[in-house]
C-alpha cells in the first residue's frame, strides 16, 4: 500500500503544478486585450510557467514543481491608434505578446495533464479500498 500512497502523493504535487499553470494561463487571457496607458509604455507580457522535478525526501520518489514563474520576452506586436493615450510620438500603440488561441491549447493540455492526475488519485483510492475489502 505504500506505492499506492507514493503515486498519490506523486500526482497530487503534479495537479498543483498544473493548477499553477492554469492559473498563469487566465491571467495572460485576462491581459490579452490590455494596453499601456502611459505614452510609449509597455503592455501586459505573457508569463510562463517552467517545471522541474525534485526528490521529495518524505515519500523518497521525484515529483514534479514549478522551477519559475518568468515574463515572455518576445517582441511585442504593436498597432496603428494615434487616438489611444497610450500611443507614442509616431501613433503605435505595444499590445500583449499573448496569442489567446496558444493559450487555449496550453490551457487544454494543462487540464488533461490535471486530469490524468486526478484519475491516478482515484485510481489509487479503488485500489486501496478493494485491498482492504479483500483483507476482512
Known amino acids: 500500500m505504500d506505492d499506492l500512497k507514493i503515486s498519490s502523493e506523486i500526482a497530487a504535487k503534479g495537479m498543483k503544478a498544473q493548477a499553477t499553470r492554469l492559473r498563469v494561463i487566465s491571467e495572460n487571457l485576462a491581459n490579452a486585450d490590455s494596453t499601456a496607458e502611459a505614452p510609449g509604455g509597455e503592455?501586459?507580457?505573457r508569463k510562463l510557467v517552467t517545471f522541474r522535478n525534485q526528490?521529495?525526501?518524505a515519500i523518497g520518489?521525484?515529483?514534479v514543481m514549478v522551477k519559475k514563474i518568468f515574463n515572455d520576452q518576445t517582441k511585442l506586436p504593436s498597432k496603428y491608434d494615434p487616438s489611444h493615450p497610450g500611443a507614442n510620438a509616431q501613433g503605435y500603440v505595444?499590445?500583449?505578446n499573448v496569442n489567446p488561441l496558444i493559450e487555449m491549447m496550453?490551457?487544454?493540455e494543462a487540464q488533461?495533464?490535471?486530469e490524468a492526475n486526478m484519475n491516478v488519485i482515484s485510481t489509487?483510492?479503488?485500489m486501496v479500498a478493494?485491498?482492504?475489502e479483500l483483507l476482512k
Open 94 to 96: 505595444l499590445t500583449p
Open 112 to 114: 488533461r495533464s490535471y
Open 130 to 132: 478493494k485491498t482492504l
Open 124 to 126: 489509487s483510492r479503488s
Open 43 to 45: 503592455p501586459y507580457r
Open 61 to 63: 520518489a521525484d515529483t
Open 106 to 108: 496550453d490551457m487544454r
Open 55 to 57: 526528490l521529495d525526501k
